[in-house]
């Protein structure tokens, strides 16, 4: 099973949130033990606690971006920043045009009685982008 059926199985079995459901798929990829990262991202659901601001899948991968892309370098911090800066906002415009915003309050707006995307979509879309990001920077 690939990463992004993994997430989407995560969030589906309801024991994870969405943020939990797509940094977490990753963690193996990264060798980060999955329980710190499952407890660090428990806040970051339903867009920042509740907030329904920014989603909580794509605040997990922006999570997953940032392991992927920075050298870790706390003596020079800039060496990789700014391409990760970009990372993340390509990210974000391909995750908005699939769904139609970043933003949890919009994806979970109602029309015509209908959730306008649902929460394992935004999970399986995240967990998509993060798939070909990692596939094209290796």
Partial sequence: ?????????YFLEGKYNCCQAVICAYCDTYGIDDTDIF?????????MGGLKDTCGA???????????????????????????YEDVRNAAAAFQEAC???????????????????CDRCVETAA??????????R
């Fill in 1 to 9: 099973m690939g990463l992004r059926e993994n997430a989407k199985r």
């Fill in 39 to 47: 407890r660090m991202t428990e806040g970051f659901g339903l867009g």
């Fill in 128 to 137: 998509a982008i993060l798939e070909k990001y990692i596939a094209n920077h």
């Fill in 100 to 118: 139609g915003s970043i933003y949890c309050r919009d994806l979970k707006a109602v029309s015509e009685g209908r959730q306008m995307v649902s």
């Fill in 58 to 84: 794509v605040t997990g991968m922006f999570m997953a971006i940032g392991l992927h892309n920075s050298a870790g370098d706390q003596y020079d911090p800039r060496k990789t920043k700014m391409q990760t």
